[in-house]
Nanobody
Framework: VQLQASGGGLVQAGASLGLSCVVSGRTSSLYALAWFRQAPGKEREFVAAISRSTGNTSYSDHVKGRFTVARDNAKNMVFLQMNSLKFEDTAVYYC??????????????????WGQGTQVTVSS
């Protein structure tokens, strides 16, 4: 399985930005897709996840109500729509995938497949 994220850029605080991730390979074996992010000097953190089959979603408290994760199984893509961006949303955003159900969906160790990351910079 390979993942390729795109859509990052430089925006002002309060603006919106959408990220996309193309998933290729044995996509039918995947259980869930997710987005993580890593700010400079910080550990990578969970942003959002979505079940590939049911579409059920989970969000970090930091982004709940502002970000929306979606998937298009026909196109093998996962999206992250980010609204009301804040300076503290500045980070490299990664898409990730896992094959099984896990209770700790926010733990990056449970994801075996990762994209290369795309930079999102929010100016204050």
């Amino acid at each position: 399985v390979q993942l390729q994220a795109s859509g990052g850029g430089l925006v002002q605080a309060g603006a919106s930005l959408g990220l996309s991730c193309v998933v290729s390979g044995r996509t039918s074996s995947l259980y869930a897709l997710a987005w993580f992010r890593q700010a400079p000097g910080k550990e990578r953190e969970f942003v959002a996840a979505i079940s590939r089959s049911t579409g059920n979603t989970s969000y970090s408290d930091h982004v709940k109500g502002r970000f929306t994760v979606a998937r298009d199984n026909a196109k093998n893509m996962v999206f992250l729509q980010m609204n009301s961006l804040k300076f503290e949303d500045t980070a490299v955003y990664y898409c990730a995938a896992r094959r099984t159900y896990v209770s700790r969906y926010f733990d990056q160790l449970n994801y075996g497949y990762w994209g290369q990351g795309t930079q999102v910079t929010v100016s204050s």
